[in-house]
């Protein structure tokens, strides 16, 4: 479900990092990424429709394809507990024939329902000597089962089903542990995401941007937040943080939103109407690549999320050095501890929100202190080149070969 694709080249970049990194350590991947149908004449009144409509069948990515499949979905989740079984009518002949001519031994699905419901099928169905193993991300473990009973049936069964369960948070382990009655304790494991340490390091040239960025805001103290402006991501209560604090003194504060706005109106109208111009700046989205610069150019970073798996962002900021705020959800708490990798916060508290951005305002040691001790723990702990160690051998164990052996995975 989540791959960067032609026309939103920052979704999944997660799952992308992980498949060159498995690559890197010598698995033979292949990717295939389906997505939602298009139908005329959708793609002429929305613009989500048009750009999924634009992307083909299959894409190049550095020399590898990309398979995109069509699936029936409706909006607002309508009917979700079905699309588990559109998906694999949609996948299964297109599968079907890269396994004759590759004969994979895993199918690696990112998301459990519906993505693992459907590797499941296809394993029970097409390719009974293939092994099914499952990435649950927050969505697949939070929202998905809460959209009626017959998702959390899904879901649970599709945990039930699969080979073995890959958690990226605590939280969701816990959740999945609970759901299945602890069926699935002894084929599931908690490994979180990471960080490229080679693309996350600056160039030369990358330097002289972030350098550039410093010298135009020179005399402001730069909050920077990346992701998409979406309530859920804390916008809202971010912008009433920022209102406060420059209402009580704190008039060198500057608030940079990097990301796709799906917020409408919202900022614009409640920067115009709360006189920030001169304080909040919409960065925009940008490509994956350039994030970096843009948290080593923050005096400070922070995510406010009310809810997350275990957020990219997260590894990123604290491996460049960025002074971080979080909120303590979903995975966030089992990679850092507060006051000593970052400051960890509850969600949805404006107040908790200004109270540790003026602490960090006023503690320049406090942040020097932080942005140390984040970048040890991510180069040591948190790399995807761990990540995909740390997958080679639960492939190992799936498959029962010792660590020579190549192995050739389809993610799904």
Same mark, same amino acid.
């Given at each position: 479900?989540?791959?960067?694709?032609?026309?939103?080249? =920052?979704?999944?970049?997660?799952?992308?990092?992980?498949?060159?990194?498995?690559?890197?350590?010598?698995?033979?991947?292949?990717?295939?990424?389906?997505?939602?149908?298009?139908?005329?004449?959708?793609?002429?009144?929305?613009?989500?429709?048009?750009?999924?409509?634009?992307?083909?069948?299959?894409?190049?990515?550095?020399? $590898?394809?990309?398979?995109?499949?069509?699936?029936?979905?409706?909006?607002?989740?309508?009917?979700?507990?079905?699309?588990?079984?559109?998906?694999?009518?949609?996948?299964?002949?297109?599968?079907?024939?890269?396994?004759?001519?590759?004969?994979?031994?895993?199918?690696?699905?990112?998301?459990?329902?519906?993505?693992?419901?459907?590797?499941?099928?296809?394993?029970?169905?097409?390719?009974?000597?293939?092994?099914?193993?499952?990435?649950?991300?927050?969505?697949?473990?939070?929202?998905?089962?809460?959209?009626?009973?017959?998702?959390?049936?899904?879901?649970?069964?599709?945990?039930?089903?699969?080979?073995?369960?890959?958690?990226?948070?605590?939280?969701?382990?816990?959740?999945?542990?609970?759901?299945?009655?602890?069926?699935?304790?002894?084929?599931?494991?908690?490994?979180?995401?990471?960080?490229?340490?080679?693309?996350?390091?600056?160039?030369?040239?990358?330097?002289? %941007?972030?350098?550039?960025?410093?010298?135009?805001?020179?005399?402001?103290?730069?909050?920077?937040?990346?992701?998409?402006?979406?309530?859920?991501?804390?916008?809202?209560?971010?912008?009433?943080?920022?209102?406060?604090?420059?209402?009580?003194?704190?008039?060198?504060?500057?608030?940079?939103?990097?990301?796709?706005?799906?917020?409408?109106?919202?900022?614009?109208?409640?920067?115009?109407?709360?006189?920030?111009?001169?304080? =909040?700046?919409?960065?925009?989205? =940008?490509?994956?690549?350039?994030?970096?610069?843009?948290?080593?150019?923050?005096?400070?970073?922070?995510?406010?999320? $009310?809810? %997350?798996?275990?957020?990219?962002?997260?590894?990123?900021?604290?491996? =460049?050095?960025?002074?971080?705020?979080?909120?303590?959800?979903?995975?966030?708490?089992?990679?850092?501890?507060?006051?000593?990798?970052?400051?960890?916060?509850?969600?949805?508290?404006?107040?908790?929100?200004?109270?540790?951005?003026?602490?960090?305002?006023?503690?320049?040691?406090?942040?020097? %202190?932080?942005?140390?001790?984040?970048?040890?723990?991510?180069?040591?702990?948190?790399?995807?080149?761990?990540?995909?160690?740390?997958?080679?051998?639960?492939?190992?164990?799936?498959?029962?070969?010792?660590?020579?052996?190549?192995?050739?995975?389809?993610?799904?």
């Amino acid at each position: 479900m989540w791959y960067p694709n032609r026309q939103n080249p =920052v979704s999944g970049t997660f799952v992308h990092e992980q498949v060159e990194s498995l690559r890197q350590a010598g698995s033979d991947v292949r990717v295939m990424q389906p997505l939602p149908m298009t139908p005329f004449p959708l793609p002429l009144f929305n613009k989500s429709y048009r750009d999924l409509a634009a992307v083909p069948d299959e894409e190049d990515d550095a020399g $590898h394809s990309v398979y995109h499949p069509r699936y029936l979905t409706l909006p607002e989740h309508r009917l979700f507990e079905r699309v588990g079984d559109w998906m694999f009518h949609a996948i299964r002949d297109r599968l079907q024939s890269i396994y004759q001519h590759w004969p994979f031994d895993i199918i690696h699905a990112h998301s459990t329902y519906p993505c693992g419901y459907v590797a499941n099928r296809c394993r029970d169905e097409m390719f009974p000597h293939v092994k099914v193993m499952h990435t649950i991300h927050r969505t697949c473990i939070i929202d998905a089962p809460n959209y009626n009973r017959a998702c959390f049936e899904k879901v649970r069964d599709s945990l039930d089903g699969a080979d073995f369960n890959v958690f990226v948070s605590g939280e969701g382990m816990r959740l999945g542990l609970d759901y299945t009655a602890d069926r699935i304790g002894p084929f599931s494991r908690y490994i979180t995401n990471g960080v490229n340490t080679e693309k996350f390091s600056l160039s030369c040239a990358e330097r002289q %941007e972030v350098d550039a960025l410093k010298s135009t805001y020179s005399k402001s103290w730069n909050l920077v937040f990346v992701g998409y402006l979406k309530e859920i991501k804390g916008v809202k209560e971010l912008l009433t943080a920022t209102r406060n604090l420059v209402a009580q003194g704190y008039i060198n504060l500057r608030l940079f939103l990097v990301g796709e706005n799906h917020l409408g109106s919202y900022v614009d109208d409640y920067v115009a109407a709360n006189g920030l111009q001169n304080v =909040v700046v919409q960065v925009g989205a =940008v490509p994956h690549q350039r994030v970096k610069i843009w948290m080593r150019f923050a005096s400070t970073f922070i995510l406010p999320s $009310h809810s %997350e798996g275990t957020p990219t962002v997260l590894f990123e900021a604290l491996f =460049v050095g960025a002074p971080s705020i979080f909120t303590r959800v979903g995975g966030v708490g089992d990679v850092g501890s507060d006051q000593q990798e970052a400051l960890l916060i509850p969600p949805r508290s404006v107040a908790a929100i200004e109270q540790a951005i003026a602490t960090l305002m006023n503690d320049p040691l406090l942040c020097r %202190e932080l942005a140390a001790r984040g970048n040890e723990l991510i180069k040591n702990k948190f790399t995807w080149a761990l990540n995909a160690q740390a997958h080679l051998h639960v492939y190992q164990r799936l498959l029962g070969l010792g660590f020579a052996r190549r192995k050739d995975v389809e993610l799904a």
